[in-house]
T-cell receptor, first 118, second 117 residues
Framework: KNQVEQSPQSLIILEGKNCTLQCNYTVSPFSNLRWYKQDTGRGPVSLTIMTFSENTKSNGRYTATLDADTKQSSLHITASQLSDSASYIC?????????????????FGRGTQLTVWP | ETGVTQSPTHLIKTRGQQVTLRCSSQSGHNTVSWYQQALGQGPQFIFQYYREEENGRGNFPPRFSGLQFPNYSSELNVNALELDDSALYLC????????????????FGEGSRLTVL
């Protein structure tokens, strides 16, 4: 069964601190893994996307890692800001062997709810 | 701003009613995907439309149906509403190239919040 599990479910940190969010997946065959940031009641916004051959990708203060062998990914946030308070969702896209590309058929984790306190 | 707009932003229906949600995709995008996100959960894939045809469907019953128009905008229709249909409905647009790896960017709208009473 294709699944995406995230931990922790929620996290509270102080402004300026770093944190790391985890994602484990069983989606197969694997195509790519994405991290999204979703503010409450809003649509998700893409942070990073990584394919099988990529181990690390950065986007400003966000750094994502991928170990395709162990099917694990992490999202590291440095020097957190109050605006980082949001849900961070790990999303895995399978390869579509029949139709070549089904970009929208994604498997979402439940997200990690991050709260940054001043 | 992702260039993807959804309407309405909020609506309230009662059990048994029908609802239509609309999505205008980003200019140049030929693919629209719909997702249901219950409170505290990750989005669940409903279906995807590519060039006006359904191209993949998740585990949702037939009372969830869709449509894509020649301008690539899309509708999600839900018949015989149930209480569990209360959720945030997200659409995402993308540009698909047949046979190409699915590593393209997905752009999400802000969602339509449906409450079923």
């Amino acid at each position: 069964k294709n699944q995406v599990e995230q931990s922790p479910q929620s996290l509270i940190i102080l402004e300026g601190k770093n944190c790391t969010l985890q994602c484990n997946y069983t989606v197969s065959p694997f195509s790519n893994l994405r991290w999204y940031k979703q503010d409450t009641g809003r649509g998700p916004v893409s942070l990073t996307i990584m394919t099988f051959s990529e181990n690390t990708k950065s986007n400003g203060r966000y750094t994502a890692t991928l170990d395709a062998d162990t099917k694990q990914s992490s999202l590291h946030i440095t020097a957190s800001q109050l605006s980082d308070s949001a849900s961070y969702i790990c999303v895995v896209s399978p390869q579509d062997q029949d139709r070549g590309s089904t970009l929208g058929r994604l498997y979402f984790g439940r997200g990690t709810q991050l709260t940054v306190w001043p | 701003e992702t260039g993807v707009t959804q309407s309405p932003t909020h609506l309230i229906k009662t059990r048994g009613q029908q609802v239509t949600l609309r999505c205008s995709s980003q200019s140049g995008h030929n693919t629209v995907s719909w997702y249901q996100q219950a409170l505290g959960q990750g989005p669940q894939f409903i279906f995807q439309y590519y060039r006006e045809e359904e191209n993949g469907r998740g585990n949702f019953p037939p009372r969830f149906s869709g449509l894509q128009f020649p301008n690539y905008s899309s509708e999600l229709n839900v018949n015989a509403l149930e209480l569990d249909d209360s959720a945030l409905y997200l659409c995402a647009s993308s540009s698909r190239v047949a046979g190409a790896p699915n590593t393209g960017e997905l752009f999400f709208g802000e969602g339509s919040r449906l409450t079923v009473l």
